[in-house]
């Protein structure tokens, strides 16, 4: 396992932040080359010497790509590529770009992300191209990067035709898509559970990917349990999202606001402002809805698996808006639950580090890559937290501030 999951990459290498949640929280290391996304101007790319060979990998998130030029004999990080989703233009979530693909934009889907991954390689290495990019993304991303027909991924039963290990060519280079689960359980997080060693793990841990899909899974090496959770409009912007959670607590703790939700009558109709944030009603009744999806899915998958939340070992919090968010204010408004107090740790783009991994234990490790990787999409049992017993009352009682 690597020793530092949490990738440093200091602020000021993007000309705009993307909110992608690679930057790191706390000391800044200056990277041996410069970083850059496409806004950056004239920025150079990367001279590679003929001996050295080089791999990319890429996380093909919905909001953002990122990408990383390594050294595939050392591992070395050689550069960095950060841009926004041009799909972006169809929707801003996985359901509206299936919408999308399933009308007539399915071909334009494609061509868009695959010219911002060949941008990328283009800005990171001039001349000598990578022996192999590894991509890392949700099912629809993995789907619309691939060309494939999503309109079984967004109706009940949400059946996945295509599954395992995608491979394909980008630019002419031989190109890996990292396996998934199931239609909302993806290849993210499958790196996530890859680079955080859930194939070996004794002790019972939980991951989560907060966003607006919230993807969870709690287990171990002997067994695991994945679910997923439509948390909605309010976590689609990972900055927007972190502020309106602080500012949500602010508000409950100096009685602006009370623990159903509803703002004290002064700021009912125009709202409250909080320090530069006005927040209606309407936000947080989204922020409610949001809330309580997470936290019912938590709930309700911890006891699906057969522990107490005091049992668990280890909450994993991934993602660019986990990245982002103040914990204390999050446990304040119960978005997770108490007992996972002092078991966080925040673990930032497991998936641009899992597709990192697999890069390079293709190379050195490929026996055991491929024997983890197995195991964990064919024996992760996924849950359905919205067809358990007792999920409307538990989704209700938890859109409370508690």
Do not use: W
């Not at 850059?36 to 001279?47: D, I, K, Y």
């Not at 909001?63 to 004999?73: E, K």
């Not at 005091?310 to 446990?331: P, R, S």
């Not at 190379?363 to 024997?371: H, V």
């Amino acid at each position: 396992m690597s020793e530092n999951l949490v990738v440093n990459i200091p602020t000021g290498g993007c000309s705009d932040c993307t909110n992608c949640g690679l930057c790191a929280k706390g000391e800044k290391k200056t990277p041996d080359v410069v970083t850059f996304s496409t806004n950056a101007p004239e920025a150079a790319a990367t001279e590679i010497k003929d001996s050295v060979e080089t791999v990319v990998a890429v996380d093909l998130g919905t909001t953002t790509v990122g990408m990383y030029l390594v050294n595939a004999a050392t591992g070395e990080q050689m550069g960095v590529f950060v841009a926004l989703n041009p799909q972006q233009l169809h929707g801003p979530d996985v359901i509206s770009r299936i919408s999308a693909a399933s009308g007539t934009a399915r071909e334009e889907l494609r061509t868009l992300i695959l010219e911002t991954i060949e941008n990328g390689v283009i800005k990171l290495i001039k001349d000598k191209k990578p022996s192999k990019i590894v991509i890392s993304g949700n099912t629809v991303m993995g789907y619309l990067l691939m060309g494939y027909d999503t309109a079984k991924l967004g109706v009940y039963p949400f059946e996945v035709e295509h599954q395992g290990t995608f491979t394909t060519e980008i630019a002419g280079i031989p190109t890996v898509l990292m396996p998934g689960i199931s239609a909302f359980v993806g290849g993210d997080i499958v790196s996530g559970l890859y680079t955080l060693g859930f194939s070996e793990k004794n002790d019972v841990s939980l991951l989560l990917d907060l966003g607006t899909n919230a993807e969870m899974v709690i287990g171990n090496a002997k067994k695991r349990i994945a679910t997923s959770a439509a948390a909605g409009p309010a976590f689609e912007q990972k900055m927007y999202a972190t502020q309106l959670i602080s500012a949500a607590a602010q508000m409950l703790a100096e009685g602006k606001m009370d623990e159903t939700g509803c703002l004290a009558d002064e700021y009912f109709e125009l709202g409250c402002i909080v320090g530069r944030m006005l927040v209606k009603q309407e936000d947080i009744r989204s922020l409610q809805m949001a809330k309580a999806a997470v936290r019912t899915g938590i709930e309700l998958l911890v006891e699906k698996y057969g522990v107490t939340l005091e049992e668990i070992d280890t909450f994993y919090l991934a993602g660019g808006l986990g990245f982002y968010l103040d914990l204390d204010a999050a446990f304040s408004i119960g978005l997770f639950p108490e007992e996972l107090k002092g078991k966080v740790q925040v673990v930032g783009n497991t998936s641009l580090e899992g597709a990192y991994r697999y890069a390079m234990d293709e190379r050195n490790a490929k026996e055991s890559l491929n024997k983890a990787l197995k195991m964990l999409t064919e024996e992760t049992e996924e849950f359905s937290m919205a067809e358990a017993e007792g999920f409307d009352k538990r989704y209700i009682t938890a859109m409370n501030f508690t």
